[in-house]
């Protein structure tokens, strides 16, 4: 098994379109690459597909956090309206579950969106302050405007600098460049 | 106005590209120079801002005696001004939220300002309750906080529900405004000439770098967000009406408030999108980004959700009359006849006689003056509206010795001009230092973005 060249991320292949880079992508991951990635400007839901990204956690999380929310505010109004400081208001009963229902239901939503967001960038790994891809010259001037980029990356098994400048050489990009950490 | 390439209504201008787009978009933020126009917009708008410092100061030293609210009419325009701004709002959400999970493609290019201006308008509708409350430095006792006295809310009441609603409707709006901005910032990071830019615009992008594993994320992550933030827009005006609708006061006591508050809410704020849209477009020459056809549909939600609107006029109107309540009967005589009976008929022309009648000719809705002319009207009508459900129903209640009248003081118009001139202020720095426009949404809805088979592209390229 060759070992991962020292000081080397991965290599990347610049595509004009993005159908060039989901076949690119596709024939990668037919060709047994695992560990890749592609960078567009735009959500490409193709290219995705193609690397074999299917599904995510962010659903799951959003729901638990949405679940807390839930118990938080309503255990919250319980407690508050039974024991910490009853009130009588015109003979309503202290525990007035319908009334309780409205911040319980304000609390799901916020506690869920929040746990949306935030678990949406923990996952990506973000905020994070360096990532060697924007060594490459040509990452910083496209990725996040009109290029399309498949990196294949030098902890796959596979990876093998000559094999795999070769492979992608092959798919018919702009250029291949090596990025270096 | 069909696109030959994908066999859909152009909502884009022809001849566009990813370069062209982020280009157009990022360079109105990138530029070094200040124009001269903006500038003059902004010591106006910061000027009438000045007003709303200097009523809130006097307000803080004097207390709420400065305003006109008394008995009977002890909400005034604080009350009239917050639920006026919240609705405006409202259809930031609706656009950025529920037109996204109707997959309405034309929405992408008026999504981001109109969320701004949903943060703008609640920075200025969160301000009048607690400057309302007299003390507004207590005003944390609102939340739940277990504080050195021991006291807690009391979580019967509408009052306090808003507390929870307004202040979760900021949070999302928040969240959601600035997630959307995230890949954007990681363009304006790359294309940023000056170090200071890419200082600024590389934090604010939390090193993002486009990989599609952290799209796909961020997708799942928006279409939650925009699942979640269409049922808490129609609970926050809900909430709202329920203010009113919880009292037993004739013109309040009703069940079609939430319904008709949360039309209304979309009501005037796609009237204030069109306002802001349309200069917009012509300064920053945006006419191929944000099309006649985004004006022409507002047209149709306006058309849609004033309908609705009427419809609670009119029931409201039956009701006084099939209840039997000689109150009801009463209020309702009052609000269109009364000494302010004038109000009532500037709202029924500003949001029915005049809109209702012109808005369904496609000439019209297309006519960009025409437009701009409406939705100032519009928003006036939905000012008016709440004027009438506040004031008017207050000032002649159940005993007659004790009716009164509503007289605003010039401490609240002072208020009132000067939280219009903070909205504008906040959106005209938003439109210089923040991207108005979302890039790659636009950039996926261009034809080139659409996937096709080797085959097809080299027969269609013919090199």
Redesign the interface.
Known sequence: MPVAVEGIYGMIAEFDTPSDLVRAAQAAYNAGWRRMDCYTPYPVEEAAEAIGFHKNKVSLITLVGGLMGLCAMFSLETWISTLAYPLNIAGRPTYSWPAFIIPAYEWTILFSGLSACFGMLALNGLPSLYHPLFNAPNFRTGATDDKFFLCLESTDPKFDVTETRAFLEAQGPVSVVEVEF | MIDPLTGEFRVIGPGQ???SV?AKIADIVLTPKLSLGWLAFLAVAGSVATLLLVAVTWLFLKGTGIWAITQPVAWGFAIINFVWWIGIGHAGTLISAILLLFKQGWRNSINRFAEAMTIFAVVCAGMFPLIHVGRPWLGYWLF?LPLTM????????PL??DV??VS?YA??SV??W??GM??DF??L???AHSKFAQYIYGLAS????????????????SL??AG??T??VL?VHT?ISFDFAVAVLPGWHTTIFPPYFVAGAIYSGFAMVLTLAIPLRHFYHLENLVTERHIDNMGKVMLGTGGIVAYGYGMEVFMSWYSASHWEFFMMWNRMFGPMGWSYWVLIFCNIAFPLTTLWFRKLRTNIGFMFLISIIVNTGMWFERFVIVVTSLYRDFLPSSWGTYRATKWDYATYVGTLGLFTTLFLLFVRFLPMIP???I??MLP???????AE?TAGAGD
Request: proline residues 7%; positive net charge.
């Open positions: 590209t990813f370069k982020t739940p021991n006291v807690w809310p009391q979580f019967r009441s306090l529900w929870f609603a979760t949070t999302i969240v959601f600035y997630m995230i890949p990681g363009t990071r790359d294309r939390l090193g993002w770098r486009g990989s599609v594993k952290h799209w796909m994320r961020y997708e799942t992550a939650l967000l979640l933030a049922p808490l609970s909430v890039m790659n949404e950039k996926m080139s973005a659409k996937i096709t088979p080797k592209t």
